[in-house]
């Protein structure tokens, strides 16, 4: 059984991809199974009751040279520990290249879409496969989901194609009703703790070149409720401080992003973040929190900002 897993700290699309890649790659004769990085989020579970899905198994350690499907992810610092002694055979993303060598040619497929889940449907479609209803709820809801119903940058047409098609097949008839549903989940945060709402949606990114290297842990918490994450501001300044210290990192800053009206508002623990964040994105900091206005989109537009800043810092000491 060919594992295929998406990134650390899974988010819809990571584990919804990973389901469904597993499913399709199964109906093609090639057995697969999911397998997820971690805890699922508070929007995974709604989305996986409402498919009638299980949550795919924790990944267990792998041995050297095994066989492995990558889905929405590519890079080392955000898959298996091990990653480099694995053998990548198949990676569907739709993020930056990273890192990522393989040991034999594999099946690549990247595009610049909203969701890994709108390459899934045309890996469907090329393999003139139908589309099963559950697979349809978690493409359609992962595609919600990281496009923030199409509200984010990174949103194409060919996204907004996919949830149209998939609707129907999925049986959801009023999709404005079913994202605002599948962002209650989500921002439903209840008691969690801090450094578990840090780490929820967070990707650790390398920047800058190898002589001067850059380590920078990247959260966002997606909601339809700032005013709840602000309100325990404190308790997050304090756990992104123990995660820089305790995971060795440069920076830690945590985006807070308002579902609804399309804003980012982001904390920065600490004056060497708030100075990156100042010359990276013309942001200052006022009590803790930087402004990015409608800079919603970690991928399309705050990790492009941070690189081409490291790069920039990069050249002017050459
Ligand atoms: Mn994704």
């Known amino acids: 059984m060919l594992p295929v897993f998406g990134h650390l700290n899974p988010d819809t699309d990571a584990i919804a991809s990973a389901l469904v890649y597993a499913h399709l790659l199964s109906r093609q004769g090639l057995p697969a199974q999911a ?6 989020n508070f929007e995974t579970p709604f989305v996986l009751q409402k498919a009638g899905v299980e949550a795919p198994p924790l990944l267990p350690v792998l041995g050297a040279g095994t066989a492995v499907a990558l889905v929405d992810h590519n ?12 053998q990548v055979t198949r990676v569907v993303d739709h993020h930056k290249l990273g890192d990522l060598t393989t040991m034999q040619p594999g099946f690549l497929r990247f595009e610049p879409v909203g969701c890994t889940a709108t390459l899934l449907l045309k890996l469907h479609r090329e393999a003139r496969l139908s589309v099963e209803q559950a697979d349809a709820w978690l493409m359609l809801s992962a595609i919600l989901s990281d496009t923030l119903h199409f509200r984010s940058p990174t949103t194409t047409p060919d996204d907004r194609e996919a949830v149209a098609f998939l609707a129907p097949i999925a049986g959801v008839r009023d999709v404005t009703a079913y994202a605002l549903e599948l962002f209650a989940a989500k921002s439903d945060l209840g008691d969690t703790p801090a450094a578990e709402l840090l780490k929820m949606d967070y990707k650790v990114f390398p920047f800058g070149e190898a002589a001067a290297p850059q380590r920078w842990g990247i959260g966002v918490i997606e909601t339809t409720n700032p005013g709840y994450v602000f309100g325990r501001q404190a308790e997050l300044m ?6 820089r210290q305790a ?8 985006g807070v992003v308002d579902i609804l009206n399309g804003t980012n508002r982001m904390l920065i623990p600490g004056e060497m973040e708030a100075a ?9 900091t006022v009590n803790g929190v930087a402004d990015l206005g409608n800079r919603i989109s970690r991928k399309k537009q705050i990790v492009p900002a941070l690189e081409k800043h490291f790069e920039a810092s990069a050249e002017a000491r050459a």
Not at 35 to 40: A, E, I, P
Not at 238 to 243: E, K, L, N, S, T
Not at 247 to 254: A, E, F, N, P, R
Not at 276 to 284: G, R
């Open 75 to 86: 890079e080392s610092a955000q898959s298996a520990p091990n990653l480099r002694d694995l």
């Open 276 to 284: 990156v964040v100042q010359a990276a994105f013309e942001a200052p």
């Open 35 to 40: 397998y997820r990085l971690g805890d699922l």
């Open 247 to 254: 995971d060795g990192l440069d920076g830690v800053v945590l």
């Open 238 to 243: 304090d756990a992104m401080h123990a995660a």
